[in-house]
């Protein structure tokens, strides 16, 4: 039964849904992800993109790194494995269509969650989709947000949580022969010692845990295409035939190429999903598009790096053979494929990227169940501490469990929490133009930083408390734009 509704959830409806968003919002939007991708940089380059405010509330870079601990996990590495050996090189090429357009959805969710997230009394802000269904729908629809967040929790808050344990638990014991016992317990304690301190000190270990993850992956897949950049092109053109069905002998041609380069793309980078936008509400910008912009910088990295760091890894191998591996995906096929490229200690690099993908991508569920709960009570501080006990539980109990009931249970719940953000987007477009506008015509008039003035768009239930510009931010807004095209 689970198979069943998974395969019209996702096999079905949602990839429509979510492809025509994406596309949707890409020509509405006049191409916005590509319009400001040269911003992306510059926001993050800016003094204010790490600046924590005087309320304490997290920077715009601390929740990049946030979302992106929750979006960079063993999809990247097993994920794109699996959709080589079912679909063939083509489905990278679909991939990576995927997510440019899921940088615009995610542009559009992250921008709405910042435009109404809240003011909360400890110095943090709350956001995502529960608040800008109930605030930017209306009370008829806040049966829609109690909905997303109670499917919210019971994804990422628990099922999520234990699969990750699961999986970072095998890794480690099939790498290194540590008992998942032990590596169960370790986690529990270890992430019981960081989410005791709330979103910040998440937020904290993430700015030294992703860039060290990432980094170090990324870092392997440049050694990797360096010992074959001879052969890059070549790859690349494989990638490309592939994906238009004109090498038929690889995978199951152009439409298995097709889904799944989709299916890849959307599971991985979670664009149109909801759940980084609860992320990307924490942070203090003088502008929602500011976030929304980052935020699908974060899709961009996702997709188009790691992904992409994967794929050329096992395509550059002489372990990948339409013909021979049908039975090696997955991990194996990762770790066979770079330990062909630098030896035996490959296998080793790659369950421990796994074991730090893992990691970080729990203490990113921890805080969307977090964000969750909060919707339904914002102090009943006995109901936060059972949830994160529960969580320290789940780290040692999945470890040691079999979750593949578990596992298609939370792909159902994750179909139907897509669907809930989904018909949010869709009647939301018309706001979220609106907030891209603002940002378009300041930056058009010639100004640097462009400033959020809640008082314009009061029609839209706004937390004016949310919207307490630090005078930095201020003064930057009067100094002229520099010079050159407006959306670089």
Same mark, same amino acid.
């Given at each position: 039964m689970l198979d069943i509704i998974n395969d019209i959830l996702w096999g079905k409806i949602l990839i429509v849904l979510l492809i025509a968003v994406g596309i949707g919002f890409t020509l509405a939007s006049r191409f916005v992800q590509f319009r400001y991708f040269g911003?992306?940089?510059?926001?993050?380059?800016?003094?204010?993109?790490?600046?924590?405010?005087?309320?304490?509330?997290?920077?715009s870079f601390q929740a990049l790194l946030l979302s992106v601990a929750g979006r960079v996990g063993g999809g990247n590495i097993a994920g794109v494995a699996v959709a080589i050996t079912l679909g063939g090189p083509g489905a990278i090429f679909w991939m990576w269509v995927v997510g440019l357009m899921g940088m615009a959805t995610s542009y559009l969710e992250c921008t709405l969650a910042q435009t109404y997230k809240t003011a909360e009394p400890n110095g943090?802000?709350?956001?995502?989709?529960?608040?800008?269904?109930?605030?930017?729908?209306?009370?008829?629809w806040r049966w829609l947000a109690l909905l997303y967040s109670a499917l919210l929790l019971v994804t990422f808050g628990f099922g999520f949580t234990a699969l990750q344990s699961y999986a970072v638990a095998t890794s480690l014991d099939d790498a290194f022969g540590v008992p998942v016992l032990?590596?169960?317990?370790?986690?529990?304690?270890?992430?019981?010692?960081?989410?005791?301190?709330?979103?910040?000190?998440?937020?904290?270990?993430?700015?030294?845990?992703?860039p060290v993850m990432a980094g170090g992956y990324l870092l392997i897949a440049i050694v990797v295409l360096a010992l074959n950049v001879t052969r890059i092109p070549e790859v690349f053109m494989l990638i490309v035939h592939s994906a238009?069905?004109?090498?038929?002998?690889?995978?199951?041609?152009? *439409? $298995?190429?097709?889904?799944? &380069?989709?299916k890849r793309g959307?599971?991985?980078?979670?664009? =149109?999903?909801?759940?980084?936008? %609860?992320?990307?509400?924490?942070?203090?910008?003088?502008?929602?598009?500011?976030?929304?912009?980052?935020?699908?910088?974060?899709v961009f990295i996702d997709t188009l790096i790691i992904c992409s760091a994967t794929a050329f890894i096992i395509l550059l191998s002489g372990i990948y053979d339409p013909a021979s591996t049908a039975d090696i995906g997955g991990v194996a096929l990762t770790q066979a494929s770079l330990a062909e490229h630098v030896g035996e200690w490959g296998r080793s690099?790659?369950?421990?990227?796994?074991?730090?993908?893992g990691f970080s991508t729990i203490l990113y569920n921890y805080y969307l169940g977090e964000n969750s709960l909060n919707f339904f009570s914002r102090q009943n501080v006995t109901?936060?501490?059972?949830?994160?006990?529960?969580?320290?539980?789940?780290?040692?109990? *999945? $470890?040691?469990?079999?979750? &593949?009931?578990?596992?298609?249970?939370?792909?159902?719940?994750? =179909?139907?929490?897509?669907?809930? %953000?989904?018909?949010?987007?869709?009647?939301?477009?018309?706001?979220?133009?609106?907030?891209?506008?603002?940002?378009?015509?300041?930056?058009?008039?010639g100004v640097e930083q462009p400033i959020f003035d809640a008082g314009k768009f009061t029609d839209l239930d706004i937390?004016?408390?949310?919207?307490?510009?630090?005078?930095?931010?201020?003064?930057?807004?009067?100094?002229?734009?520099?010079?050159?095209p407006s959306s670089s």
């Open positions: 911003r992306m940089f510059r926001i993050l380059s800016a003094s204010q993109a790490f600046r924590r405010d005087k309320h304490g509330h997290l920077s943090t802000y709350r956001g995502g989709p529960a608040y800008y269904i109930a605030r930017g729908l209306g009370s008829q032990f590596t169960g317990i370790g986690m529990a304690v270890i992430v019981g010692l960081i989410i005791f301190g709330g979103v910040k000190r998440i937020a904290r270990v993430t700015e030294v845990l992703v238009f069905g004109l090498e038929q002998a690889i995978g199951g041609g152009i *439409g $298995a190429a097709i889904m799944m &380069g989709v959307l599971f991985s980078n979670e664009a =149109g999903l909801g759940s980084a936008p %609860n992320v990307a509400a924490v942070a203090y910008v003088p502008h929602p598009a500011n976030q929304g912009i980052v935020q699908a910088f974060s690099f790659v369950s421990i990227a796994l074991l730090l993908f109901l936060f501490n059972a949830f994160r006990v529960a969580i320290i539980a789940l780290c040692a109990w *999945g $470890a040691t469990t079999d979750l &593949g009931t578990v596992f298609g249970f939370a792909d159902v719940t994750m =179909g139907f929490l897509a669907l809930a %953000n989904l018909i949010a987007l869709i009647m939301l477009f018309k706001p979220g133009l609106r907030i891209m506008r603002d940002f378009d015509a300041q930056i058009a008039a937390d004016p408390a949310a919207w307490d510009i630090e005078p930095e931010d201020l003064l930057a807004r009067q100094q002229p734009a520099a010079a050159g």
